[in-house]
């Protein structure tokens, strides 16, 4: 009897998974299926349509068309300009035609900066028409 009483019995408890990972499956599906997919922010650009007829010439209506080239200069009627005079030149072709439009055609390698900073100067010149022309 004195060896009945030494051995003790043991129970080992195990916890079955089985279930909760069951749950844990049922809830990676639920979220799956009903996840939202985001979609970035971004500026929607309208471009016209393409023609090979070059718009109509309007000699009342001429817009200020700067260029930037492809190493980033910004060049008015032909000549080379400092992005500092770009108001001034805005002021002084807007006063001779208060109806014109500040036309940026820029080159597709020259950075988007050079463009915000034509644009703020035109804004600044009282020029809030702004577009942004590419080349091909």
Known sequence: M???RR????EESEIDLTP??????IMLIFFIVTASFVREAGIDVARPPV?????PEDTENKNIVFTVTETNDIMLEGRRIDLRSVRANV???HAENPEGKVIVNAHPKSKAEIFIQVSDQ????GVYDVSLATKE
């Open 2 to 4: 004195a060896l009945g």
């Open 7 to 10: 051995i003790k019995v043991e």
């Open 51 to 55: 023609s090979d007829q070059p718009p």
């Open 20 to 25: 909760m990972l069951d749950v844990v499956f």
């Open 122 to 125: 035109s804004r600044e010149a």
């Open 91 to 93: 002021e002084r072709l």
